[in-house]
């Protein structure tokens, strides 16, 4: 099998190193390809790549109406190859492919979102000077060279919302997909290619964290860095992006309460309990894994929940019947097997899955179980860690001021939800969660007009939405004296 390039200056190339990494199925551990893994000098290489096309303006100084109309023609190809790029990101992070053909129409949205509104402010804004005679205008301009990093769940669609804003804001970039699901990525970058991106705006490097990344977040040609993953990674980037005081945007982490309160719709919130946590086994940030019900309902609410969660169909993403695929990798399925015992050990009692299925299909996948833990309290790890798999903790309040109290107990503050018929204490509610995302009588529910990022330790800055395009700008302030003359202070 030949193995995948990487995508520099504008030529397909093999890492220098001439090292290879295998990419692996996680429904069946097969190999489905190769691809080179890249080294610190091609990261090097990629980040003078992109520093000489910004400096050499080909991209920024083009009118921002012609970057818009690329960026369309990119969203047109991921609609063309709509199918293609959905098995592929099924094959490799093992989700279904009815959830990755969802992820395709939102990236192709994204990338439409961008591109309308590529040439929106482009002229900048004039406000009121307060000086006599002098004009001032506001305008924003394209940072420069971006490094972003992105992680295994959402491959492409966490590539797309950070591609996208900085090409339409003419940016350029180096991007580094996680090393494990480097392939929808990877033809993405065919499709940027054919879409007519000048040679060196973008730039992709696959390879590990540790190296490749390092040099992303360090590297001081780099004016910004975007990187979307764990804290613990988030916090070391931090650190490398001080070199030269980079731009820094972070999508971290969560820990999600959703909260349900006992006016609100039951089947409904069971139904939606569940959507909060099993879409890709669980491996989405904002997944909501602490259920918080209110104690009058709960032993009914975990009954009906628990009836459900067990019938949830494991198996490949490519049958029509499965519900739910493998986790990413035997090393991640192994953390979420020692975060549930962690659990027991606490005192969480296991009311459905709590181990790895004994189905005999199963057994070449990273297949766990799909959870509840109940008799969970917030000062339990399992309550407060983000277990990142299929993996529900329940704990229960009595008064209103709990459920809040309750919610925001938490380091993280990415998203949340509440369930209740009742619209002003829904109001009140979201009022004091501290998330960068809350959804009354919903969960998990993002589009491209609205931003998304988090409170607390959940990250810095926000993806979509304007502001997601503003995360890749500048701002200068253009004063003008429209009657110069000398001021004579020092006379
Ligand atoms: P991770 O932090 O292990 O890796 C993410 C990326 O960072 C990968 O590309 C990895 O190679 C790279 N990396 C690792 N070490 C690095 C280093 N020292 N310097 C530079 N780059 C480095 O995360 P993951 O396991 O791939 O993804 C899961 C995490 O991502 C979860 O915590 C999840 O909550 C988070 N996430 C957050 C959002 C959000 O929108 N807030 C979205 C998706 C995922």
């Known amino acids: ?39 610190i000098d091609d990261a090097k290489h990629a980040i003078a790549a992109a520093r000489k096309a910004f400096n050499e303006n080909d991209w920024a100084a083009i009118p921002a109406t012609e970057r818009g109309k690329v960026v369309h023609e990119i ?85 797309s919302w950070k591609l996208a804003p900085a090409l339409a804001a003419g940016n350029t970039l180096v991007m580094k997909p996680s090393e494990i699901t480097p392939l929808t990525s990877i033809k993405v970058f065919e499709l940027m290619e054919e879409a007519g991106v000048p040679k ?45 005081v980079k731009k820094l945007a972070l999508e971290l982490g969560g820990k999600n309460p959703n909260v349900i309160f006992a006016d609100a719709d039951f089947d409904t919130a069971v139904d939606q309990a569940m959507n909060a946590v099993f879409f890709h086994a669980g491996q ?24 459900r969660v067990k019938k949830i169909r494991l198996g490949s993403g490519f049958e029509e019947s499965t519900q739910m695929g493998p986790l990413i990798s035997k090393e991640h399925l192994n953390k979420v097997i020692d975060y549930v015992e962690k659990g ?74 509440v369930f209740t018929n009742d619209i002003a204490k829904a109001e009140r509610f979201v009022a004091k969660m501290r998330m960068g995302t809350v959804w009354i009588n919903d969960v998990n529910l993002y589009f491209p007009q609205a931003p998304w990022g988090g409170y607390k330790q959940s990250g810095i800055g926000r993806e979509l939405g304007k502001t997601g395009l503003e995360e890749y700008q500048e701002i200068k302030h253009i004063f003008r004296n429209l009657k110069p003359k000398p001021l004579n202070w020092f006379k």
């Open 1 to 39: 099998m030949e193995a995948k390039k990487m995508f520099i200056n504008g030529e397909w190339v093999e890492s220098s190193s001439g090292s290879v990494r295998d990419i692996i199925n996680p429904y069946n551990r097969e190999i489905i390809a190769t691809v080179s893994e890249g080294s």
């Open 200 to 244: 060196g705006v973008v730039n992709l490097v696959l390879g590990p964290g540790k190296s490749v990344g390092e040099e992303l977040a360090s590297n001081e040609d780099v004016d910004l860095v975007s990187f979307t993953g764990g804290l613990e990674t988030g916090k070391k980037i931090m650190q490398a992006a001080s070199s030269n």
């Open 344 to 417: 027991k050990r606490e005192g969480a009692t296991v009311a459905a899955g709590g181990g790895i299925p004994d189905n005999p299909e199963l057994q070449n996948g990273f297949f766990y179980l799909p959870t509840v833990l109940t008799d969970c309290t917030t000062d339990m790890r399992v309550v407060q860690d983000e277990g990142f798999g299929p993996v529900i903790t329940v704990e229960k309040f009595t008064t209103e001021e709990e459920a809040v109290q309750l919610a925001n107990d938490s380091i993280y503050g990415l998203s949340g939800g």
């Open 75 to 159: 969203a047109d190809l991921i609609e063309r190859d709509r199918e293609e790029l959905a098995d592929l990101e099924s094959l490799d992070t093992g989700k279904t492919v009815a959830e990755s053909l969802i992820d395709m129409d939102d990236i192709a949205a994204v990338f439409r979102y961008y591109a309308e509104l590529a040439d929106k402010e482009a002229d900048g804004e004039m406000i009121n000077s307060p000086i006599p005679n002098s004009t001032s205008k506001i305008v924003r301009e394209p940072i420069g060279v971006c490094s972003q990093i992105t992680p295994w769940n959402y491959p492409l669609l966490q590539a």
């Open 284 to 307: 989405v940030c904002s997944a909501g894994t602490r259920l918080i019900v209110e104690e009058r309902i709960h032993d009914k609410f975990v009954d009906a929940l628990v009836k």
